[in-house]
């Protein structure tokens, strides 16, 4: 079993997970993986930054499919006995003039940046070792998105003590309440994308809240964190952040130092604990 550390991005084969994967290969002081849904896409992004003389190594991984999840939790157990860094990047987000019905874009917006992200979580969170730090990147969206809600909602995803199956039910409910065409009627705002934001940095609060409860001699952080508004297929090019700026946060977030006590279950934008 190797003893050196390992770092593992999510979703990295392009954009923000790219440029994360690119600065953690100059910075960590490890093995880095680079992860993406197709070997294929992977393993050429892994080329790329060969070519820059960097050594990122591959693993496939798809966030959606609980599977592969499981095969890259046997591999990290098997091959380093856990791991130091986990930066969950992968999400997805339909475009602005995407002619796909709102219901279909909530489902399948919220299976991956919700409960892609929470699999992955329940399989590698207790595979962290003492130290360690997560990393998931939300959006400010989140934060503009739960504006929008009602005061009951609000109220809800503000609080200390909801639980993850709280949280799982609410995020069930707005898919249902989209379906049903009710969703504006019990307070949920018009974006698949942000409500599925929201469950990000919620779901952030509460597992570094376990955390403290379950691991607390551990010192692992763990913190929700925003990009910022970066130009990638997703935001596409009128955006004001290169790749390498939105993966600044997300970067210092992974790589606070091990005595470092905070941030931890905060939302994070700029490298600045923002109020939730």
């Given at each position: 079993?190797?003893?050196?550390p390992v ?5 990295s084969?392009?954009?923000?997970g790219f440029?994360i994967?690119q600065?953690l290969?100059?910075?960590f002081?490890?093995?880095?993986y680079?992860?993406a ?13 060969q ?5 990122p190594l591959f693993?496939q991984?798809d966030i ?10 046997d591999f990290?157990?098997?091959?380093y006995?856990?791991l130091?860094v986990?930066v969950?990047n992968?999400g997805?987000a ?8 709102f219901?279909v874009?909530a489902?399948?917006?919220l299976k991956?940046n919700f409960f ?7 399989e590698?969170?207790?595979l962290v070792k003492p130290h360690g730090?997560?990393v998931n990147?939300s ?7 739960l504006?929008?809600c009602?005061?009951?909602l609000?109220q ?18 707005f ?8 969703h504006?009627?019990?307070?949920w705002p018009?974006?698949?994308?942000g409500?599925s934001?929201?469950?990000v940095t919620?779901?952030s609060?509460?597992?570094?809240r ?7 001699g ?5 913190n929700?964190?925003?990009p910022g ?17 939105g993966?600044?946060?997300?970067v210092y ?10 941030p931890h ?5 700029n490298?600045?604990?923002q109020?939730?």
């Open positions: 079993m190797s003893s050196v770092a593992v991005v999510t979703g084969n392009k954009g923000i440029a994967v600065a290969c100059k910075q002081p490890g093995d880095v680079l992860t849904r197709d070997p294929g896409r992977g393993q050429e992004a892994v080329a790329k930054l070519k820059e003389g960097l050594n693993h991984l959606d499919d609980v599977q592969s999840i499981r095969a890259l939790r990290l157990k098997e091959k006995g856990g130091n986990l969950n992968a997805i339909f475009k602005v003039h995407d002619t796909t019905p219901a874009q489902e399948v917006t991956t892609g992200t929470r699999n992955i979580c329940a590698l969170l207790p730090k997560v990147v959006s400010m969206v989140s934060s503009s998105a504006g929008r009602s005061q009951e609000q809800k995803f503000r609080s200390d003590t909801i639980t993850e199956d709280e949280l799982v039910g609410l995020m069930n409910k898919v249902e309440d989209v379906k049903n065409n009710v504006e009627k019990e307070g018009n974006t698949a994308y409500v934001k929201i469950g919620v779901l609060r509460i597992q570094a376990m955390l403290n409860e379950k691991r607390k551990d010192h692992i952080l763990l929700a964190c925003c508004w970066v130009r990638t297929d997703m935001a596409g090019p009128q955006a004001t952040k290169s790749p390498d700026e993966a600044e946060t997300p977030l992974a790589l606070l130092p091990s005595d470092a006590d905070g279950g905060q939302f994070v934008s490298k600045t604990v109020r939730w």
